[in-house]
């Protein structure tokens, strides 16, 4: 069985998520840890809990969710894996984070990227990747069907949706990323957002204000 621990980091309050099983392996998804004491943070559950880590996830590569990539991967001796349209938010991320006025190095990039359809595997689970484009090229949703769970990203929030403002963005392919991958799910699946708590599909449905129905 699954287990989350959810993690918030840095000044855009980004969501950071840790899965792991009884096997103890782990994968941690859009490390957003900037600052020493929230490397720290995230580095004394693993070693606490005695966690191996596994796999560096993204649902998408801006730069709130990319601040911990260097961090990680270093301590962990693990590359980052995206979606390829998402890569060039990440080779670009230095020069984004001097926009909002951090300092971060160039990121360690992948070699290798996942698609839609596509599982990721850690000890005796899995989470199945669907694409879900709108809010930024390279996005897509982590789910696991056993526990009916969705790590949303910046997709999908509770009584919000993702901007469309940003660069890549489109609030139509926003709409059909909702509409066609997420609200097709049960609607007592629990949806983990890139910022703030979480929801459910069901209550996306009958309360967000931004969904088209």
Same mark, same amino acid.
């Given at each position: ?8 980091f840095n000044? *855009? #309050?980004?969501?950071?998520? $840790?899965?792991?099983? %009884? ?6 998804? @859009?490390?957003?840890? $900037?600052? /020493? ?9 693993? @070693? ?24 990680? !991967?270093?301590?962990?001796? $693990? +590359?980052?894996?995206?979606? /390829?349209? &998402? ?5 670009? #991320? ?9 300092e971060i %190095? ?7 990227? *996942? ?5 990721? /595997?850690? #000890? ?11 809010? !930024?090229? #390279?996005?897509?949703? *982590? ?13 999908? *929030? +509770?009584?919000?949706? &993702? ?17 066609? +991958? ?5 609607d007592d699946?629990? !949806? ?11 209550? %996306? ?9």
């Open positions: 069985m699954i287990s989350i621990e959810k993690f918030v000044a *855009f #309050g980004e969501n950071t998520y $840790l899965l792991f099983d %009884e096997t103890k392996e782990a994968v941690i998804i @859009d490390p957003g840890c $900037l600052e /020493k004491h929230e490397e720290n943070e995230i580095a004394n559950f693993i @070693d606490t809990n005695n966690l191996k880590l596994v796999r560096l996830l993204y649902t998408h590569c801006h730069v709130d969710h990319i601040f911990g990539n260097n961090f990680i !991967a270093e301590t962990y001796n $693990l +590359k980052p894996e995206i979606h /390829k349209a &998402g890569l060039p938010f990440l080779v670009n #991320g230095h020069k984004h984070a001097k926009m909002y006025g951090f %190095e160039k990121a360690i990039l992948p070699e290798s990227f *996942f698609d839609d359809g596509d599982k990721v /595997k850690f #000890g005796n689970s899995e989470l199945h990747i669907v694409y879900t484009p709108g809010h !930024a090229d #390279g996005s897509v949703c *982590f789910i696991n069907y056993p526990q009916k769970f969705v790590i949303t990203g910046d997709v999908l *929030f +509770k009584d919000s949706i &993702g901007r469309t403002d940003f660069p890549t963005g489109d609030f139509d392919v926003l709409m059909r990323s909702i509409h066609e +991958k997420l609200f097709t799910l049960d699946f629990t !949806a983990y957002c890139g910022h703030g708590p979480e929801t459910s599909i069901g209550y %996306e449905k009958v309360n967000n204000p931004f969904i088209r129905l």
